[in-house]
């Protein structure tokens, strides 16, 4: 199987805290032909079970998925950032195939990029709609950023997905905005499970701002996304 990986490295930086200077990196390996989480361990603790704080709209079967995909993946990564506060300061660099990224930033920053792409990958039906942004993975994004390149994307899936038929923009971004309001949703869902165990906040914050992206790009669709997007190609 051919696999690529995005590697993320936290340096702390705040030398008021103890641990200035420590480094906590974390590999994440995707399956290259269909861009699923390859994932670490079989097993995950027991707040990552599917019927553990299990979302209102989850539709896997317990039968067949006896841990949630999404909390089992992110289980190791929520459990190293247990005791981190979210304000934290960090150099936070992220290695793709293409290229090297860096940000002076907070620890929430960061985690909300390397989540992002690890729930896209995970086999959860709601997020799946974010999967193909994986293999152009661009972390720190801003929201114009992220609405143009979810846009995008989804019209040209609809394109590839429905070669015979006439797109109306309209009717594609209610579906958009739809797939959105199960987004959050499930955002909403891993924030209840995670604040079961975590001690600190820079876990829940990272859900807290990936929730606020999903509810703002819900809004965004309401208006076609004409204040944020249309300046764009108005040339």
């Given at each position: 199987?051919?696999?690529?990986?995005?590697?993320?490295?936290?340096?702390?930086?705040?030398?008021?805290?103890?641990?200035?200077?420590?480094?906590?990196?974390?590999?994440?390996?995707?399956?290259?032909?269909?861009l699923?989480?390859?994932?670490?361990?079989?097993?995950?603790?027991?707040?990552?079970?599917?019927?553990?704080?299990?979302?209102?709209?989850?539709?896997?079967?317990?039968?067949?998925?006896?841990?949630?995909?999404?909390?089992?993946?992110?289980?190791e990564l929520?459990?190293?950032?247990?005791?981190?506060?979210?304000?934290?300061?960090?150099?936070?660099y992220?290695?793709?195939?293409e290229?090297?990224?860096?940000?002076?930033?907070?620890?929430?920053?960061?985690?909300?990029?390397?989540?992002?792409a690890?729930?896209?990958?995970s086999?959860c039906?709601?997020?799946?709609?974010?999967?193909?942004?994986?293999?152009?993975?661009?972390?720190?994004?801003?929201f114009?950023?992220t609405?143009y390149?979810?846009?995008?994307?989804f019209?040209?899936?609809?394109?590839?997905?429905?070669?015979?038929s006439?797109?109306?923009?309209?009717?594609?971004?209610?579906?958009?905005?739809?797939?959105?309001?199960?987004?959050?949703?499930?955002?909403?869902?891993?924030?209840?499970?995670?604040?079961?165990?975590?001690?600190?906040d820079?876990?829940?914050?990272?859900f807290?701002?990936?929730?606020?992206?999903a509810?703002?790009?819900?809004?965004?669709?309401?208006?076609?996304f004409?204040?944020?997007?249309?300046?764009?190609?108005?040339?």
């Amino acid at each position: 199987m051919k696999q690529f990986a995005i590697q993320y490295n936290f340096v702390f930086d705040d030398d008021k805290k103890s641990d200035y200077g420590r480094t906590v990196k974390y590999l994440i390996e995707f399956n290259d032909q269909n861009l699923s989480y390859c994932c670490k361990k079989p097993e995950g603790p027991e707040w990552s079970k599917l019927e553990f704080n299990r979302c209102q709209n989850c539709t896997l079967k317990k039968e067949e998925h006896n841990y949630c995909p999404v909390a089992k993946n992110l289980s190791e990564l929520i459990d190293e950032f247990n005791e981190v506060n979210s304000f934290q300061k960090a150099k936070v660099y992220v290695q793709t195939p293409e290229r090297i990224y860096s940000k002076n930033t907070d620890v929430q920053t960061g985690l909300l990029s390397c989540f992002g792409a690890i729930m896209a990958a995970s086999g959860c039906p709601h997020l799946d709609i974010f999967r193909p942004l994986v293999k152009f993975h661009l972390p720190f994004s801003t929201f114009e950023e992220t609405i143009y390149r979810v846009v995008s994307m989804f019209l040209l899936k609809q394109c590839y997905g429905n070669l015979d038929s006439k797109i109306n923009f309209k009717e594609m971004m209610e579906v958009l905005k739809e797939k959105y309001a199960q987004v959050e949703i499930v955002n909403q869902g891993m924030l209840e499970r995670i604040n079961k165990v975590v001690k600190k906040d820079a876990d829940k914050n990272a859900f807290v701002a990936l929730n606020s992206f999903a509810q703002i790009f819900s809004m965004e669709c309401d208006t076609n996304f004409v204040d944020t997007l249309a300046q764009v190609f108005k040339f």
